[in-house]
């Protein structure tokens, strides 16, 4: 058993009698951690990888140690405003991630699912849950999350906002866009924001969102430039990374820190010898443990996962003039929003754009929209000539990911490819 695993044993076993011990060693854990990534990490993983990495590990240790100047969000919840007021955003999404990351998730899980939530549920609101409902993570200032996709995510964040008098936000989205829609969802980012002026005593600045705004369209425009570079370079990457760019294009986007990022992406793939391998496109989460998936794609000279549907949701220009319609807008056209058709020509163009050898999607357990599309999406996207493999398991919980099944699928696509 390795390192991370004893001290994720560790850790449980002070989890049923002490709950804000166990979290007070998984804040530790994560200052380890962060050292040694920064000061150990793996040097074949690209620099702008492994800050990348550093800088998630510290903002998640900073939500955790400061939940006063913290949000509960859901991955497309508009942060650019939470910015403004000196917020940070931990995600059910990312909490349930660096859970499983020290394997204490099967706790929370079952911790979740004894306490009555239904097995069925995605793992990760079920670990989220349970390590609430323990104690492991503290109340924040605040919760909110949209009506985006994932339809648990309302459940979830009404219960445990509710059990623990979080006060929350939903901010609803409309299936299809008119300007009608745009005014609606405008209407509520005005009505949040009131809100959070009450809970922070301060007051909007619109010029902090303006630049914020800003510097998301730099970074969007470093990072389409970055994957039109992989087509043809080598950029080795991991499970583990592809799921930490959704921090710097989600979490942390238009923050100073998401521009760097990006810009130090698209300069170190100018650097980068030509790739001679595979190059793959993935859709939904990817299961950052899973054994086979990690020997076939962690550090590979032959198969390259270029991108993921889930961090190019959303990459047009933002209309800086006009900040909060720009945001309601955001949401409005994310490519999960609406008829499943809108979403596989949107699939179709992101496919064409970074030139993949072949497309793997990820029923993550509990996932009823990726579960149910799936299989349509493959259909739909034959006119396109490439390759589509369906994998299902659990993007967190080993437990319902058949990694037999898994490396046989794999294997067999990858040898067709």
Same mark, same amino acid.
């Given at each position: ?20 011990? +166990?979290? *007070?060693?998984? %804040? ?33 240790? /900073? ?30 999404? @990312? @909490? ?21 939530? +239904? ?21 924040? #200032?605040?919760?909110?999350?949209? $009506? ?9 964040? %009404?219960?445990?906002?509710? $059990? ?24 509520? &980012? #005005? ?45 080795? $990457? ?33 650097? %980068? ?5 595979? %190059? &793959? ?28 549907? @889930? ?31 809108? *979403? ?7 496919? #064409? ?10 029923? /993550? ?53």
């Amino acid at each position: 058993m390795d390192l991370v695993h004893r001290y994720g044993e560790w850790i449980k076993n002070k989890l049923p009698d002490n709950p804000k011990a +166990a979290g *007070r060693y998984i %804040r530790l854990g994560l200052v380890l951690e962060s050292f040694a990534k920064k000061h150990l990490g793996d040097k074949n993983v690209p620099a702008p990888y492994r800050d990348l990495n550093v800088l998630a590990l510290n903002g998640m240790r /900073h939500t955790l140690e400061h939940p006063e100047t913290a949000a509960w969000t859901n991955l497309f919840t508009p942060v650019e405003i939470l910015q403004t007021f000196g917020l940070s955003c931990l995600s059910i999404e @990312m @909490m349930g991630s660096f859970l499983a990351g020290f394997t204490v998730e099967d706790w929370c899980i079952d911790q979740a699912e004894a306490a009555g939530i +239904a097995p069925t549920l995605c793992s990760y609101h079920k670990c989220f849950i349970g390590a609430v409902e323990n104690g492991l993570i503290l109340k924040p #200032k605040c919760a909110v999350t949209t $009506s985006i996709v994932c339809d648990a995510n309302l459940q979830t964040f %009404r219960y445990t906002a509710a $059990s623990n008098g979080v006060p929350m936000t939903l901010l609803d989205i409309p299936n299809t866009y008119s300007k009608d829609g745009v005014h609606y969802v405008v209407t509520q &980012l #005005k009505a949040w924001i009131s809100s959070l002026e009450d809970l922070t005593h301060q007051h909007f600045d619109e010029a902090k969102l303006k630049a914020a705004l800003e510097r998301e369209n730099a970074s969007f425009a470093a990072y389409a430039h970055f994957l039109d570079l992989t087509r043809t370079r080598t950029y080795p $990457s991991t499970l583990t990374l592809q799921m930490f760019i959704l921090y710097a294009s989600h979490l942390i986007i238009g923050s100073p820190e998401a521009l760097a990022f990006f810009k130090a992406l698209e300069a170190d793939a100018k650097t %980068r010898p030509v790739f001679h391998g595979k %190059r &793959l496109f993935w859709l939904h989460v990817l299961p950052f443990y899973q054994p086979s998936l990690k020997a076939a794609f962690n550090l590979s000279q032959k198969y390259q996962i270029q991108a993921t549907d @889930m961090n190019l949701d959303y990459n047009k220009p933002l209309d800086v003039d006009h900040p909060l319609e720009a945001l309601a807008e955001k949401m409005m056209q994310n490519i999960f929003v609406g008829p499943l058709t809108r *979403r596989i020509d949107a699939e179709r163009d992101l496919i #064409k754009g970074t030139g993949a050898d072949g497309v793997i999607a990820f029923n /993550h357990w509990g996932c009823k929209q990726m579960a149910g599309g799936a299989a349509l999406m493959k259909n739909a996207l034959k006119d396109t000539g490439v390759p589509f493999l369906i994998l299902d398991g659990d993007g967190i919980d080993p437990r319902n990911s058949p990694d037999g099944q898994i490396k046989t699928r794999l294997e067999a696509f990858l040898e067709m490819l």
